[in-house]
């Protein structure tokens, strides 16, 4: 039987994936220890943008949700900016060229990522490779509370 988690995203500790982007995995099935729907707190700093404004953006086989938390910006997809504001909602089917444009705004942009696969996340690899898991905590001395 799976084990219940509770998870304080304050002490998830930010991947900085480049000068303009950061990633706080909040769910995933390592730290879960069974399959789960996958959400990822991103920050994207007033001016930036994503990596698909070079021309290496993502489109991943399956489904991916954003859910908009603060700001507003473009949600690029295949080549069509969407303007988005705080509190909506986009579903990116499986297929489609996505990335995200803050570079006319002076607030960050902070959105919700849900996907079904940890593995469908490039920077879940990036992870993995730069530190040896999928997650960290800040906390040293934090302790996770689980309950069979």
């Not at 480049?18 to 707190?41: C, F, P, R």
């Not at 991943?60 to 859910?67: A, F, N, R, V």
């Not at 995200?100 to 959105?111: G, M, V």
């Amino acid at each position: 039987m799976a084990k219940w988690k509770l998870i304080n995203a304050e002490n998830v500790e930010p991947f900085l994936c480049d000068e303009n982007y950061s990633s706080k995995l909040l769910t995933g099935d390592e730290m879960a220890e069974h399959q789960v729907i996958n959400i990822n707190e991103g920050t994207l700093k007033a001016g930036g943008t994503t990596a698909g404004s070079s021309g290496h953006g993502a489109a991943h086989e399956l489904t991916e949700i954003y859910y908009i938390i603060e700001g507003e910006g473009d949600v690029v997809l295949d080549d069509v900016p969407v303007k988005v504001k705080a509190e909506d909602i986009i579903i990116i089917p499986g297929g489609v060229y996505h990335w995200i444009d803050n570079s006319k705004s002076d607030k960050p942009f902070r959105l919700f990522t849900l996907w079904p696969k940890q593995e469908q996340n490039g920077v879940f690899h990036e992870r993995l490779k730069a530190w040896g898991t999928s997650v960290r905590n800040k906390d040293p001395n934090y302790t996770e509370k689980r309950i069979k």
